[in-house]
């Protein structure tokens, strides 16, 4: 299921552990495609906690409590981890991660916490969602076989990669729009995985970020740039990356774009998606200039000039993922759209 698909499910299933509808969720996929990150973005909506549980760094002890003597009984003392309204608050996320990388021994000490939300006499406070997330058996992480009886606990969503979904992240969290420029350019190495091969670097939605953090790091460096992005996402990747960095001097004039001057669209595909990143950076940063109609409305002329119409109506698209619908107001919105009517995109 696409990322912004399960962060609907997310959403829906938090709100619902207020009213006795939720059900425990279990997210499955390989390293790197943002599981945990959409359980935050969640909790971060909402200004609620996460408390995230590695339950394969524990033994069963740790999850049940350490007994103790009360008079003639034995009673448990609960884990200071686990939610608790007075510390944590009454709504919030247990995120059990890495749940797949658990031996038996522990994850029989959570079939009860996620059901039935509760260990012994402690309870999981109303309110408080149960979110989990672990690799797949292919993926050559170190996992086990979820028991059956722990697998009926969940509802179970695979997440898949969606280069939009992640566009649309990543402008929302200032990625390097040279990064989003190459990964439209180059979609299928949004992710790249092999476990056959067993990588210890690879392009996955999370490694492109690393790689945003290090063109920050090391641009001005350009022996050290090759081989930092390819530290990040593997050597042919951050090869590629380098020589598409390189070669964005030979970019048209983007200032003159925004200024509704007539700017040639460049040949070379890869400076036409490096140019549309880039226009769709100008108009995220116009939203707090005084001309940003003007701006939003330059752009999309330039849209229009493309000599394959797709391109424009992919930089028109990432602007309105960028900026939402103040584009609609433009009025060369509308006389784009009519140009393009027969191929635009809709999500």
């Known amino acids: 299921m ?3 698909q399960l962060l609907t499910v997310l959403e829906r299933e938090f709100q619902a552990a207020s009213n006795d509808l939720h059900t425990p969720v279990m997210l499955w996929g390989p390293p790197g495609v943002g599981k945990s990150q959409m359980v935050a973005q969640v909790a971060g909506r909402h200004g609620m906690p996460v408390i995230d549980i590695r339950l394969s760094q524990m033994e069963p002890s740790d999850l049940r409590g350490i007994p103790f003597r009360v008079d003639n009984q034995v ?5 200071a981890m686990l939610p608790d309204r007075e510390r944590h608050g009454e709504q919030g996320i247990l995120f059990l991660d890495e749940i797949t990388s658990v ?23 109303d309110g408080w969602a149960i979110f989990a997330a672990g690799n797949r058996q292919g993926d050559r992480g170190v996992t086990y076989t979820m028991p059956a009886p722990l697998a009926n606990r969940f509802s179970h969503f695979e997440v898949d990669v969606n280069l939009d979904d992640w ?95 007539k700017v040639r669209v460049p040949k070379e595909p890869d400076l036409q998606y490096a140019v549309a990143a880039a226009l769709v950076g100008r108009a995220i940063r ?10 939003y409305g330059n752009i999309i002329e330039y849209a229009a000039s493309f000599p394959q119409r797709e391109m424009g109506v992919m930089l028109v698209s990432d602007m309105y993922r960028a900026i939402g619908q103040d584009i609609f107001s433009v009025p060369q919105f509308s006389r784009w759209a009519n ?6 995109l809709y999500d």
């Open 2 to 4: 696409r990322p912004a």
């Open 75 to 79: 009673e448990w003392a609960v884990p």
């Open 103 to 125: 031996p038996p021994s522990v994850s029989a000490a959570a079939y009860q916490l996620i059901l039935d939300r509760r260990l012994g006499a402690y309870e999981v406070p």
């Open 167 to 261: 566009v649309h992240w990543a402008w929302a969290n200032g990625i390097d729009e040279r990064v989003i420029a190459f990964l439209r350019f180059r979609p299928e190495l949004l992710f790249e995985f092999d476990p056959a091969h067993n990588p210890v670097a690879f392009p996955s939605p999370r490694s492109w970020e690393f790689s945003h953090r290090a063109l920050q790091k090391f641009g001005d460096v350009q022996d050290l740039l090759t081989g930092a992005l390819q530290a990040c996402v593997g050597p042919a990747a951050g090869i590629e990356l380098a020589a598409f960095v390189e070669n964005l001097d030979q970019l048209p004039d983007i200032d003159a774009i925004v200024r509704g001057e």
């Open 286 to 295: 116009a939203q707090k200039e005084v001309d940003t109609e003007a701006t």
């Open 339 to 344: 140009i393009v009517a027969d191929v635009m």
